[in-house]
């Protein structure tokens, strides 16, 4: 992301501002930006009296503002991290005196996620003006995977797009515990490398065969046998495969080739833009396209729903996921 390049970069350069509010759905950059500064403000024999952590739930904006006022010991300044700072999200406004003030010496840092601050209010104009405000925004599904190959590409690393969907699909937009399965892949695979299917299925344990990505790939070209595989694989393995991922999935999969029937410039690279896709998978919505006609992909889209209510309970007698898996594939590809 831009803004953390930028962030590092400043900082890198000496240019540290006395506040940093770090916010938003996305903890990953939150957790980045503040280790950074962190580890790298400071140097480490000055941290020991000049750099100190707080958690929201056990203190107070006051105590806060106590700890950015106060001068560094034998070095230029002092570095005040405040984690979880969300919980202290019914008084975070009275940040706002010492913000529109702060102690030249300190960088005062608030961590505070999976939220964020009005932008009419007065913190966020003072924080604004005299310090560093970065929203980290969640990723869409479909931006993830793009994600992914940016992240390896900095290490020197390339990944295959479907490794980078299985990933995706295993783990979900979680980048905190993508990064953590990224991590171990990069002690076993030697740089300059491809991070392939086989390589994730070898070392992280998901099945490059039996997966969702594979069960919708086999749907899409009426694989009867490869379909009816992976969900009976998926029916001894329910808790690896929740029902409720493979509908959601699903339900994605054929919204999106209704949008591709739609399409009046079928070509590759419009096909990848309009659907948010890498070009890569663009015959998988082809495939699907030629064998369900907009007619059946809208009943389609109305049995995963059914399917999807069932999951929850609802008018299937606790039906067991396995079967209303089989009872919609029936239906699907019947």
């Known amino acids: 992301m831009d803004e953390v390049k930028q962030i590092v970069t400043d900082i890198k350069n000496g240019n540290c501002k006395p506040v940093y509010f770090l916010m938003g759905e996305e903890p990953y950059y939150i957790d980045k ?21 707080l958690y929201g739930r056990d203190v107070s904006i006051e105590d ?6 106060r001068y560094p010991m034998m070095a230029e300044r002092q570095v005040v991290i405040v984690k979880e700072a969300q919980d ?22 608030i961590c505070y996620k999976y939220k964020k601050i009005d932008k009419r209010k007065k913190l966020y104009k003072a924080v604004a003006k005299n310090g560093v405000i970065f929203e980290s925004k969640k990723l869409y599904e479909n931006q993830v995977a793009d994600w992914i190959r940016r992240v390896l590409g900095g290490s020197n690393y390339s990944i295959e797009p479907k490794a980078a969907q299985m990933l995706v ?9 993508i990064n953590n399965e990224l991590e171990k892949l990069k002690l076993i695979i030697p740089k300059g490398e491809q991070i392939t299917a086989e390589k994730i299925e070898a ?18 070209s009426r694989n009867v046998i490869k379909a009816h595989k992976i969900i009976n694989y998926f029916s001894q393995n329910p808790k690896d495969n929740p029902l409720v991922v493979t509908i959601s999935l699903l339900y994605g999969f054929f919204s999106q080739v209704l949008q591709y029937h ?14 948010k896709i890498n070009p890569y998978f663009v015959g998988d919505y082809s495939d699907a396209a030629r064998n369900y006609p907009m ?25 067991p996921a396995g079967d209303i898996l089989k009872e919609l594939m029936v239906k699907i590809m019947g």
């Open 33 to 53: 930006v503040s280790d950074y500064i962190d580890k790298n403000v400071l140097a480490e024999e000055e941290k020991g009296f000049n750099q100190m952590v």
């Open 64 to 69: 806060i503002v106590s700890n950015a006022k």
């Open 88 to 109: 202290l999200s019914r008084t975070i406004e009275k940040l706002v005196d010492y913000v529109e003030n702060p102690q030249p010496s300190t960088v005062l840092v």
């Open 169 to 177: 699909e295993f783990l979900g937009t979680d980048l905190g515990k």
């Open 203 to 220: 070392n992280i344990g998901i099945s490059k065969d039996y997966n969702n990505f594979e069960l919708r790939k086999a749907i899409g």
């Open 262 to 275: 739609g399409l009046p410039d079928k070509s590759k690279s419009n096909v990848a833009s309009a659907l």
């Open 295 to 319: 007619k059946k992909v809208s009943q389609i889209i109305a049995l995963l729903r059914d399917a999807d209510v069932k999951s929850k309970g609802v008018g299937a007698s606790n039906l």
